[in-house]
């Protein structure tokens, strides 16, 4: 049996791909104020109308490339599927910080250099961002670290837990890989030889948590 066809993105769905990515370039290039909607447009070779009737706006196409951006970074679909999943609370862990590693250290596209900027100067739809993006997976990384460390769900700890694990990452990503010290040599480096390092590095952290607190229970194997 052969390959099922691909069906054809329709003229709209290329078009509106095309003004996302264009924006998605220069937003990371120029930040939420410096690109404007002539020049995306001709970057996206598409009319001025052609933003409002794709997104409704210009706040409309830089909020879809915000969660585009964060959706590369992290996706929620492949966070929840490893949440529910039947690997060990360790492995589970460890599965996510590879994805992490993975798509921090790579500077192919926009997405990365987007999610910096928003991060570092953080424009009017930062709070959305946060609401529908970012709490739906810190939420689910919590209840990861909760079955690794027996550490019950609404406990304040699990938030400091997941901040612990999560600040490497959005150092790397903020930081600038062309500006020497010490960081720039981190970018070099294998990812799997890093990301070794910060799996040992949260599991240590989190058993010394979770030690500290005698009513739970002990590191998930």
């Known amino acids: 049996m052969g390959k099922p066809r691909r069906i054809p993105r329709t003229d709209g769905e290329a078009t509106r791909a095309r003004i996302l990515a264009a924006a998605g370039w220069l937003f990371a290039e120029r930040g939420?104020?410096?690109?404007?909607?002539?020049?995306?447009?001709?970057?996206?070779?598409?009319?001025?109308?052609?933003?409002?009737?794709?997104?409704?706006?210009?706040?409309?196409?830089?909020?879809?490339v915000l969660l585009e951006g964060h959706k590369h970074f992290v996706n929620l679909d492949m966070l929840s599927e490893l949440a529910r999943s039947d690997l060990a609370p360790r492995a589970k862990l460890a599965v996510f910080i590879d994805r992490m590693v993975e798509k921090v250290l790579d500077d192919q596209g926009w997405y990365n250099r987007v999610c910096a900027r928003e991060i570092l100067a953080p424009s009017p739809h930062f709070a959305s961002l946060i609401s529908e993006e970012v709490m739906p997976k810190f939420n689910l990384l919590a209840g990861i670290i909760s079955e690794v460390t027996g550490i019950p769900a609404g406990d304040p700890a699990l938030s400091r837990c997941a901040i612990n694990i999560m600040a490497p990452c959005l150092m790397l990503l903020v930081f600038d890989r062309n500006t020497p010290g010490p960081f720039q040599t981190l970018f070099s480096q294998p990812a799997e030889e890093l990301a070794t390092h910060l799996k040992g590095f949260a599991l240590a952290g989190l058993e010394a948590v979770s030690a500290m607190d005698k009513p739970h229970a002990g590191p998930g194997n």
């Open 32 to 64: 939420y104020a410096g690109a404007a909607s002539k020049a995306i447009c001709e970057r996206a070779g598409t009319d001025l109308a052609a933003i409002n009737y794709h997104f409704g706006s210009r706040d409309g196409l830089y909020r879809a």
